[in-house]
């Protein structure tokens, strides 16, 4: 039932989790959720919608790597924006968390 749309719906807040924790390039912050989270489905293309979305919300912003060879990629860092943010959604969460606790303790008692 819970599908990649669903999955999604928390993408900006795990997305600004891993740039709290430090800056990052779209790829690797890819790849840490996939790594990171459990059963965790998402296509790098909703990454970087999202980052772009957060982008023009002035939540992250984003400077170049041009350190490597190959390509220049841009290195996301979380603003204060997007710190303010993230503590919207850690309420947003712990509330959700409440009501999936409800709805899990009467779902048990139909089972007894």
């Known amino acids: 039932m819970a599908g990649k749309r669903k999955q999604s719906r928390h993408l900006p807040a795990f997305i600004l989790l891993t740039l709290a924790e430090g800056s990052a390039y779209g790829g690797a912050i890819y790849t840490s ?53 993230l503590d919207d959604w850690k309420n947003d969460i712990e509330k959700r968390i409440l009501y999936l606790k409800y709805f899990l303790d009467r779902y048990k008692n139909l089972k007894k």
Not at 54 to 77: C, H, M, Q, R
């Open 33 to 85: 959720l996939i790594e990171n989270i459990p059963d965790f489905q998402c296509d790098q293309g909703a990454i970087y919608r999202t980052l772009k979305q957060l982008e023009d919300d002035g939540a992250v912003i984003f400077s170049w790597d041009t350190t490597n060879s190959g390509p220049a990629k841009k290195i996301y860092t979380i603003t204060d924006t997007g710190l303010n943010q």
